[in-house]
């Protein structure tokens, strides 16, 4: 298994339209793709507040590759993407992280 740590880096003052499109839309979407979020966050306390936070877990690259593939060519997604996006950018970018455990001792 791995995980990727995705960060949506939200427009002024759009952090809550961003949260409102994953919830409404992209979790729904990546469920039907077999994409399933671990966990989802916003930023209280740190260094930016502007902030949606996701972890997803695959078996391996080639299943990412081609579950998120799928996922940016969905044609619904592209729909719901050009709607709340219309009137300027929610997101200003993505930074993602795919990240692999190490055998700690606990």
Do not use: C
């Not at 499109?21 to 209280?44: A, D, E, M």
Request: net charge neutral; charged share 25%.
């Amino acid at each position: 298994m791995i995980h990727e740590m995705r960060v949506y880096h939200a427009a002024p003052k759009k952090l809550p339209q961003v949260v409102q499109r994953f919830q409404n839309h992209t979790i729904p979407i990546f469920k039907r793709l077999g994409i399933s979020p671990l966990q989802v966050w916003t930023v209280v306390i740190g260094e930016a507040n502007d902030q949606l936070i996701y972890v997803l877990e695959w078996q391996d690259l080639a299943e990412r590759q081609e579950k998120m593939a799928a996922f940016m060519k969905d044609e619904e997604w592209q729909k719901v993407w050009a709607e709340t996006d219309k009137d300027g950018p929610l997101v200003r970018y993505i930074s993602n992280q795919v990240l692999q455990p190490v055998a700690v001792a606990t």
